[in-house]
């Protein structure tokens, strides 16, 4: 079956770096990958959606990379605020082209 | 911003009741969806709704489980006889199209908590 794994629970970013978080999947290239934040209490807000045959997707601060050899996406936030501090959901297509979320990464900008 | 809404924020209910959560989604959008957070967890497919049928249920959405669109505008989820183990966030989501080309609208969620 698939999975995916975000590289760690948390991470500690100082502010104004670049924050990167990483989504790693196996037994199955998607043909889609989404990112979602998920700030405490709320539902997941969609971020970005990259496809197989896009290498980089960017939004403002945000910057996606999609890599199918390494069965691997990318998600940098540049000059990181506190205000970026939420949890990440990465989420890829099933075989059967539904969605499955990946745990998240909970990314502290600090001050 | 059209916004996905669903009520009541927190449900406390006796364990072996019947509990029913309300979504109102997006009014444009055609597929609608139930995700499930148990604290601390990922976020874990329910079912997927579409045409006033369910189109995929997961192995999470057994018999206890059912889901409604009683009108236009309302979807909801029903648990029939709830155990402790649906203690979670209970999230609505819904999209123009199914598919994961299309990203997904959730609501704020219910908290379910089971005594």
């Known amino acids: 079956s698939q999975k995916i794994e975000q590289n760690s629970e948390a991470l500690n970013i100082q502010e104004g770096k670049t924050a990167t978080l990483t989504c790693n999947y196996t037994?199955?290239?998607?043909?889609?990958l989404q990112w979602y934040r998920q700030d405490p209490g709320r539902g997941p807000v969609f971020l970005l959606l990259?496809?197989?045959?896009?290498k980089e997707k960017r939004k403002e601060r945000l910057k996606v990379t999609f890599d199918t050899t390494l069965k691997q996406s990318l998600f940098h936030i540049t000059a990181s605020q506190p205000a970026d501090s939420a949890t990440y959901l990465c989420?890829?297509?099933?075989?059967?082209?539904?969605?499955?979320f990946g745990k998240g990464t909970r990314l502290h900008i600090l001050p | 911003e059209p916004e996905v809404t669903q009520t009541p924020s927190h449900q406390v209910t006796q364990m072996g009741q019947e509990v029913i959560l309300h979504c109102v989604p997006i009014s444009n959008h055609l597929y609608f969806y139930w995700y499930r957070q148990i604290l601390g967890q990922k976020v874990e497919f329910l079912v997927s709704?579409?045409?006033?049928?369910?189109?995929?249920k997961s192995e999470i959405f057994d018999d206890q489980f059912s889901v409604e669109r009683p009108d236009g505008s309302n979807f909801t989820l029903k648990i029939r006889s709830t155990k402790l183990e649906d203690s979670a966030m209970y999230f609505c989501?819904?999209?123009?199209?199914?598919?994961?080309?299309?990203?997904?609208?959730f609501g704020d969620g219910t908290r379910l908590s089971i005594l």
């Open positions: 037994n199955y290239s998607p043909a889609y």
């Open positions: 990259i496809r197989e045959n896009e």
């Open positions: 989501a819904s999209s123009t199209s199914d598919g994961a080309n299309q990203p997904q609208h």
């Open positions: 709704f579409y045409n006033n049928e369910i189109s995929e």
């Open positions: 989420a890829l297509e099933r075989r059967d082209d539904k969605i499955i």
